[in-house]
């Protein structure tokens, strides 16, 4: 019991030192779920057509994924190995839930537009691999944040291509919501209007860039570009 | 490895704790989230028939006491049978098109909404459609105007529609408002609106297709064309009058 207590002296309950940053910094890059280790692609290449979604879709993973870590780490010690699993889902399907029933009381219309892609949360490889690969075994403070930090390097990835895809497939940014930004297209109201603009009169909407399979090619793209400047990243065997 | 015993205590308390905390707040939120599905069912409802909204509002500026204040004041709903016979003692708002669509075709009954903007003004008539886009259900609310023929206001929602392809027939304005101003009877004779891939050729009666978005656009001529037709026994009986 005492030197339970002098751990815990040495070691703040919240403390925030390198290691902490690490957990967070390091899935952004190094450690990527979607560009390094190629998890929750699924989900990836099927909200991103529109930056709205994408940005709900990454507070919603970042949300489920540092909590389900945090009350998985508190868990830990007394999860029965041979259900892990299970109960590891089953902590994720409740913040889901919660998520949903949040949602639909405090905004009903962006309820209706995501409710299919807040369900997909559950089978986001990304939230249960980082229970089982992190939460599992370590404090959870820590777990909290390497799920923060998971969920901020998926988030950052899908933005990305959100932009990417909405930007040459609709010729807009955040559309559907009170910001829309309407950018290269041909009716009044765009910046760059094609009819009247000399310049741009070649362009026409991508419409590859609305199917899943343009993410592919996208998240690919940002793959080599991340492989050809990250040097920790490129295999020398 | 833990005993089978401790396994299942485990099991059926966590279980038990997630249960008791979701239900509650199920309940708790309940009805707040049944009245924003109301109002979100009504304000798509008042959308179709925007332009004639009193003082030239916007749906979207309306607030939640002012759509329910309109659809009190300025609504009249009711339910009509197959045969075009109004249902005594039910409303619009109760019918759940979705459990409907599962019934016997006999056996359906529609929602219909009269919004008359003020006393002396045209009616209009609002009418709900349900269908099949390419994932899940499509449905909408067409409102005509007092010839029952000129469709005035249309909107569109969707189950599960691919975003900035099929999505569009909710989230681009532009596929509803072409709507405005097309006809269901050409020479007197029940056509409905086609959704034309490539482009309208006949503005009357056609509206533009949206490209990658074939079987959606499908999707809604079908509903159109079947789901108004289940209004034309009342439709007859009104003009008859």
Redesign the interface.
Known sequence: MAAETATKEKEPLLAFGKKERTLLTDPLNDNNPITVQVLGICSALA?T??VV?SVVMAIAVIFVCAFSSLFTSLLRN??????RM??QL?IIA?LV??VE??L??LN??IY?QLS?YIGLIITNCIVMGRLEAFAMANKPWRSFLDGVGNGLGYGAILVMVAVI??LF??GSLF??SGIEMKIIGANAGYWINTTENAWFGWYANN?LM??PAAAMFIIGILIWIQRSYNEKLVDIS | ??STR??LI??LT??AV?AV??TS??EA?KT??AL??E??DKRAILKAVEDHLSGGAEVDDLSDDEVLSIFESNFEQSVIDPSGEIVDGMKAEDIDMAKEKKKPEEERVYPLYVYSPDESSDKFYIVSVRGNGLWDEIWGNIAFEEDLNTITGATF?H??E????GAEIK?NPAFSADFKGTKIYRDGEYVSVTVRKGGARNETYEVDGI??ATVTADGVTAMLYSGIKKYEPYFDKIRKK
């Open positions: 909200v057509s529109l979604p007394y999860i029965p190995k041979q259900v299970i109960v089953v409740t839930t919660v029933l949040t639909r009381y009903f219309p209706k299919v895809r909405e497939g609709k559309a559907g419409n609305v199917l | 490895m833990n401790y396994v485990f099991v966590l279980t997630v905390m979701l707040l199920r939120t707040q989230a924003n599905e109002i979100f929602d189950k599960g691919t975003p900035g392809l989230d490209s990658g």
